[in-house]
């Protein structure tokens, strides 16, 4: 009977963990896509100086 209980508390929590990282995956997804989008206007920012300064000379 004891090991009944402690099987099934082993189960919930395994249970619970996945949902909790479920939830943690759909919260980064769109953070992880803002930082992306704002990486590559940066590098396209550094990009444009970059070609605007080579043309000057």
Known sequence: MILK???NERG???I???L???LM???LIP???MVGGNT???YDRI???IVTAMNAR
Do not use: W
Request: charged fraction near 10%; charge should be positive.
């Open 5 to 7: 209980k402690l099987k």
């Open 12 to 14: 919930a929590t395994a």
């Open 16 to 18: 619970e963990y996945g």
């Open 20 to 22: 909790i990282i479920a």
């Open 25 to 27: 995956v759909l919260a």
């Open 31 to 33: 953070a992880l896509q």
């Open 40 to 42: 590559n206007s940066m």
């Open 47 to 49: 990009t444009n100086q």
